[in-house]
């Protein structure tokens, strides 16, 4: 069990030895994660970063329990994962909420699911929408919103079920620069609240560091772990403001010289 600060901390997600390989339509073998030990403490915020199609998303759906690894362990609060990680919530690249609900009803979707009464999940999701700032907006549909308004939803959705992991998949990539950044303000005042273990793919290095404790550095595929990152900047953070931070100057410098090499790698192997 790892430790911070001399107490030990319990693993929420834990990746031993995980290779991941999928058959071409040719026939062959493509090796896309290999051997990968790595520890995602509970309550902890975790990004990692990596050379696009090095295998990030891979190693978010290993978690997920959407993809079974042919060789290597992982455990979920120190239990083997089988099926699908019940103890965890998806937030996707792309919007995934249902076109003909509205923002209640999409927004209320997972505690239907999961047997809660209509008039409690009702209350529970008018909170949820007042809390990501889109109280008025209820009978809304997806169409008839902005791209953040509707990440804003995505997010109520995922934290409305009370999951004690969230697994992001490059939430915020497809947003202007000034919605991305009030996003990424919005969801580290909820990760405050709370703190539930948040594993972070991204390919912007700034946000990583910005937003998470840790920054995990994957290599070219296959992706192996090329070096993990603590992140010492102090909470709360406005993420446009701690990049003026000259310790935050330094640390995408030493994380930078690492991912470099891989980005460039990556690149001349797609050539």
């Keep these: 069990m790892p430790e911070t600060n001399g107490s030990p901390t319990e693993s ?22 290999e051997d990968i030990t790595l520890d995602i403490d509970d309550g902890s915020f975790v990004a990692v970063v990596g050379p696009s ?11 997920a329990g959407l993809l079974v690894p042919p060789k290597g362990n992982v455990l979920i609060f120190n239990e083997p994962l089988q099926g699908i990680n019940k103890h965890a ?23 239907t699911f999961r047997g809660v009464g209509y008039a409690e999940a ?11 700032g ?20 995505a997010i109520a959705q995922s934290w409305i079920v009370d ?27 909820l990760w405050l609240e709370n703190r539930k273990t948040v594993l972070f793919i991204t390919h912007d ?23 993990v990152y603590d992140v010492d900047l102090e909470r709360p953070r406005d993420v446009i403001e701690i990049r003026m931070d000259p310790k935050f100057t330094r640390l995408y410098q030493q994380i930078w010289a690492d991912l470099r090499d891989e980005v460039k790698r990556s690149y001349d192997e797609s050539r």
């Excluded at 995934?96 to 505690?111: C, H, I, Q, S, Y």
């Excluded at 109280?135 to 939803?153: N, T």
Aim: proline share 4%; net charge negative.
């Design 12 to 33: 929420a997600i834990h990746f031993q030895d995980l290779t991941v390989r999928f058959a071409t339509p040719a026939g062959d073998i493509h090796t896309v994660v």
């Design 134 to 153: 889109l109280a008025g907006f209820e009978d809304r549909f997806p169409y008839q919103l902005s791209g953040g308004m509707r990440k804003r939803v």
């Design 163 to 189: 999951p004690r992991i969230l697994l992001m998949d490059e939430p915020f990539s497809a947003l202007d620069i000034q919605t991305r950044q009030n996003m990424e303000n919005e969801l580290l005042s």
């Design 89 to 111: 919530a998806y937030l996707f690249q792309q919007d995934a909420l249902l076109p003909w609900r509205t923002v209640l009803e999409n927004v209320r979707l997972g505690l």
């Design 205 to 227: 290095l700034e946000e990583a560091i910005a937003l998470a404790d840790k920054v995990v550095v994957l290599s070219a595929g296959p992706a192996h772990l090329k070096g």
């Design 53 to 63: 199609g090095c295998g990030k998303s891979t190693l978010l759906n290993v978690a």
């Design 122 to 132: 009702t209350d529970e999701a008018e909170k949820w929408i007042a809390r990501v």
